[in-house]
């Protein structure tokens, strides 16, 4: 069983930047690929970015491809987002995954574990 929790959401006008942090617990994080996804009101669940449970490997959705990278430290059970040059439309509830693969898949059933969720409001 794993725990994720993520924490960094809130309010930023467009431009601006945010950091993302999903916590986990429980079974070993390093042996996880991870994700982010997000859910903008009224729209299905999208993949945003995924990294391999060493950290070698990364994959964005074009829609962030430059503006966002996501990163993991193995030793502190802990995944980021950094997410910069925000617009209005990133504006969503992102949530943390865990798959427990080495690979990055972009479809969110594939994935074991899943986070709460964090509100990011981009304002224009």
């Known amino acids: 069983q794993v725990r994720l929790v993520e924490s960094g959401g809130g309010l930023v006008q467009a431009g601006g930047s945010l950091r993302l942090s999903c916590a986990a617990s429980g079974r070993t994080f390093s042996s996880y690929a991870m994700g982010w996804f997000r859910q903008a009101p009224g729209k299905e669940r999208e993949f945003v970015a995924g990294?391999?449970?060493?950290?070698?490997?990364?994959y964005y959705a074009d829609s962030v491809k430059g503006r966002f990278t996501i990163s993991r430290d193995n030793a502190k059970n802990t995944v980021y987002l950094q997410m910069n040059s925000l617009k209005p439309e990133d504006t969503a509830v992102y949530y943390c995954a865990a798959d427990w693969t080495d690979t990055i898949v972009v479809v969110d059933h594939a994935y074991d574990y899943w986070g709460q969720g964090i509100q990011v409001t981009v304002s224009s």
């Open positions: 990294i391999s449970w060493s950290g070698g490997n990364t």
